[in-house]
C-alpha cells in the first residue's frame, strides 16, 4: 500500500522522545461531530485522577463541558481499568504505578463559538478545555499532541500557535507544550481555510480564515492587521525598560478567524486568538479586482476585534489577576479586577487604531460616543460598580437576563469610560498618560501576577499625587463618571439631544407580527410605571377618541399626536390589559452626541502626545 504524503513526511522526522502526558486527536466522525481523544499517561499514580475543566480562562462562566464527553474507558496493557466517576467532570482509576495508563473517549463538538469545540464536514475546531483530561499532579510535566488527518477531511490543514515537532506540510502531528496550562491555552484550527503571513516589528505573525467569500480581501486584512500588531508592540515596548520586559513576550502569534452568516466574539490566549465575525464584515475587493473604496461599519467592528485581543497578549495573558496566577479550572476564579484587564484594553483597541491611522478622530468619536450612551441609558450603573461587575461576571454578565439592564453595568464598557477618565486627568495634570501607567505596570509586576494596590501605586508614581479617592468613586462607586468635565477640557465638543423613543419610554423592544414585542422594562422609566413588563405583547393605544393597532414602536407618535397621556393595550399571558401610560416629552430624556470643537486638542490626546 502506498504511503501518503503526510506519513511520508513524518517519517523522515528525528524519532522524538514520548512525552509524560501524550494526547491524539483523530476526526472519529464527521457528520456526528466526534473528536476520538487517546490519553496516555506514562506514569500514573496508584489512585489517578482526571478532570475535564469547567471554564475556559478568558470566558467567565462555568460551562460543564464535560456534557459532550462520552464512552471514557482505560487500560493497562490487556487490563481494563475502572474508571469511577467523582462528580461532574472527574474520574479516578486504580492503576499500576509505573506502567503507561491508557485512555480513549468521544468529544461531540457542534458549537461555533470561540469557547469550545466544533466538527464537521466543512472544518474542525477546539480549544484544550473541551478535549483534553487534566492529569492531576501531572500538570507541569512536558504535554505532547498528535493530530492525524482523516480520509473524510481531503485537503485539510492544521493551524495552532502550538510548537511543532514533527508535522507534515498540512500541519499534522506532532506538537509540544511545556505544561498543561500551556496545552489548553493554543486553541486548533483545521479545514480548507485562507492563510496568510506577515512580520510586525520583527515577529512572525499568521492570519488563518475559515469560512471567507470569494470577494475576500486577504492582503488588506493582513496589511491592516499588520498595521495593530506594529502599534501595539510599540506601545508596550518602545522606549522601554531593559530586557527581559523591554522585549515582546511572543515570537510568534496567530489569528484564527471564523466568518459566519451571523457571529461576533474572541477569546485571547497566549500567541494566538479565536475571532468570529459576520462575513459580510470582511475586507472585499470590487467587482473590478481592486480594493473595495469605502472601510465599512463591519470591518472598523472586526478591526477593533482584532485590536482588542491582541492587546489581551499584555493585558490579562501576561499581566494579570493575582487569583489568576494559577488557573483553578475546576470552579470559578474570582476578581474584581476585570474592569482594568477587560474595560482598559477596550478603551485601547479603539484608540489604537486611531493612532495606527485605520480610524479618523471622528470615526473614534463616534465609537466613543456609543460606548457613553451604552452606560449612561444603562439603569443598572447606579446599582452596580465596575469592580463589583467584576465579581459578578460568572452569574451576571454572561447569564443576561430581562432585567440585566436594571442591576448591572458592563465592566468591558464601564472600565472603557474608567480608564478613559483616568487618562484625562493624568493629561490635563501633565505629569504622565495612561500609556506610561500600562507600561509601568508591566515593568513593576514583572509582566505578571498584579493586584488593585499595585494599579494605586503606579498611578501615584506617574502622577505624583494619590489617586485612591478616584479609584473609590469611579471603580468601587455607583455614581456617574466626570466625563463631561474632562472630555471639554479636551477638545471634544458634547450636545444634549433627544434619546430615541425607546429610550423615553424606558424599554426595549422589538416589532413583531403585528404587535410591539416587550424585552426590556428600565428602571424608573414611562413604562414601568405604567405597569408593563417585559415578556408583553403591546398591540395598540387608544386616546380620547379613538383606538389603534401597534405594529410598529415608531408608529406610536403617530396615532398620538400631541397627547401624552394614553392608554396601552397589552397582552400578558394571554390576558388583555389596559394600562395607562404617560408620553414623556423630548426633553425628558436625553442622549449625548460628541464631536470636535477644538481639533488640536482632539489630536494630542488621540496621537498619544503627552
Not at 469560512?211 to 506601545?235: H, M, V
Not at 415578556?535 to 414602536?553: A, K, Q
Request: proline letters at 5%; glycine letters at 8%.
Amino acid at each position: 500500500m502506498p504511503t501518503s504524503p503526510s506519513a511520508a513526511v513524518l517519517a523522515r522526522q528525528p524519532q522524538l522522545d514520548t512525552p509524560p502526558i501524550a494526547y491524539h486527536v483523530e476526526l472519529a466522525d464527521l457528520h456526528a461531530h466526534l473528536y476520538r481523544i487517546t490519553l496516555t499517561v506514562q506514569a500514573p499514580a496508584a489512585v489517578q485522577r482526571v478532570s475535564l475543566p469547567v471554564w475556559i480562562p478568558g470566558s467567565y462562566m462555568v460551562r460543564e463541558f464535560s456534557k459532550h464527553l462520552q464512552q471514557l474507558e482505560a487500560h493497562q496493557g490487556r487490563r481494563t481499568v475502572a474508571c469511577t466517576q467523582l462528580d461532574k467532570h472527574s474520574w479516578e482509576l486504580q492503576a499500576e504505578p509505573g506502567k503507561p495508563l491508557v485512555l480513549r473517549y468521544l468529544v461531540y463538538a457542534h458549537d461555533t463559538s470561540v469557547r469550545t469545540a466544533f466538527l464537521d464536514g466543512r472544518r474542525g475546531f477546539f480549544n484544550g478545555t473541551s478535549l483534553f483530561l487534566r492529569v492531576h499532579g501531572q500538570e507541569a510535566q512536558p504535554h505532547g499532541l498528535e493530530l492525524t488527518p482523516s480520509r473524510q477531511a481531503v485537503g485539510w490543514s492544521v493551524a495552532t500557535g502550538l510548537q511543532p515537532a514533527a508535522v507534515d506540510e498540512h500541519g499534522f502531528g506532532h506538537y509540544l507544550a511545556p505544561d498543561y496550562d500551556d496545552l489548553v491555552d493554543c486553541p486548533v484550527e483545521l479545514g480548507s481555510f485562507w492563510h496568510g503571513e506577515f512580520k510586525a516589528c520583527g515577529i512572525a505573525h499568521r492570519f488563518v480564515v475559515a469560512g471567507a467569500p470569494p470577494s475576500f480581501d486577504g492582503n488588506r486584512l493582513l496589511q491592516d492587521t499588520q498595521k495593530i500588531c506594529e502599534q501595539q508592540i510599540r506601545f508596550w515596548h518602545q522606549q522601554h525598560g531593559p530586557a527581559p520586559h523591554g522585549k515582546p513576550p511572543h515570537r510568534r502569534y496567530v489569528f484564527l478567524l471564523n466568518a459566519v452568516d451571523d457571529g461576533y466574539g474572541g477569546l485571547e490566549h497566549r500567541n494566538s486568538t479565536a475571532l468570529v465575525c459576520n462575513r459580510r464584515d470582511l475586507p472585499r475587493r470590487d467587482e473590478a479586482g481592486g480594493e473595495a473604496a469605502r472601510q465599512g461599519e463591519g470591518y472598523t467592528t472586526l478591526l477593533g476585534l482584532i485590536s482588542h485581543e491582541y492587546f489581551h497578549t499584555w493585558n490579562v495573558k501576561r499581566l494579570r489577576p493575582a487569583e489568576f496566577a494559577r488557573y483553578d479550572y475546576d470552579a470559578e476564579q474570582y476578581t474584581r479586577l476585570l474592569w482594568f484587564f477587560e474595560g482598559f484594553t477596550s478603551y485601547y483597541d479603539d484608540l489604537l487604531l486611531r493612532r495606527c491611522g485605520l480610524l479618523e478622530n471622528t470615526g473614534y468619536l463616534r465609537l466613543l460616543n456609543k460606548t457613553i450612551n451604552q452606560v449612561m441609558q444603562t439603569p443598572g450603573r447606579l446599582i452596580q460598580s465596575a469592580a463589583e461587575a467584576s465579581m459578578d461576571a460568572w452569574v451576571k454578565y454572561y447569564r443576561t437576563d430581562e432585567n440585566t439592564p436594571n442591576a448591572t453595568v458592563s465592566y468591558y464598557a464601564k472600565g472603557a469610560l474608567v480608564a478613559l477618565c483616568f487618562d484625562l486627568t493624568l493629561r490635563l495634570e501633565g505629569k504622565g498618560t495612561l500609556d506610561d501607567v500600562m507600561r509601568r505596570l508591566w515593568d513593576r509586576c514583572a509582566a505578571g501576577p498584579m493586584s488593585e494596590a499595585d494599579v494605586a501605586a503606579v498611578l501615584a508614581d506617574v502622577g505624583g499625587r494619590s489617586f485612591e479617592q478616584e479609584l473609590a468613586a469611579w471603580v468601587h462607586g455607583r455614581g456617574d463618571l466626570p466625563l463631561r468635565e474632562l472630555l471639554t477640557r479636551h477638545g471634544v465638543a458634547i450636545h444634549d439631544e433627544p434619546s430615541q423613543l425607546a429610550q423615553r419610554l424606558g424599554l426595549r423592544a422589538s416589532d413583531g407580527q403585528g404587535s410591539v414585542q416587550l424585552k426590556v422594562v428600565l428602571r424608573g422609566g414611562a413604562a414601568e410605571q405604567a405597569g408593563m413588563a417585559a415578556g408583553d405583547e403591546w398591540i395598540g393605544v387608544e386616546t380620547e377618541n379613538e383606538g389603534w393597532r401597534l405594529s410598529r414602536l415608531d408608529d406610536l407618535l403617530l396615532y398620538t399626536g400631541r397627547t401624552r397621556s394614553i392608554t396601552a393595550l397589552v397582552a400578558r399571558d394571554k390576558l388583555l390589559m389596559r394600562l395607562r401610560l404617560e408620553l414623556p416629552a423630548l426633553q425628558d430624556e436625553k442622549t449625548w452626541r460628541i464631536d470636535i470643537e477644538n481639533q488640536q486638542a482632539v489630536d494630542g490626546w488621540l496621537s498619544g502626545s503627552t
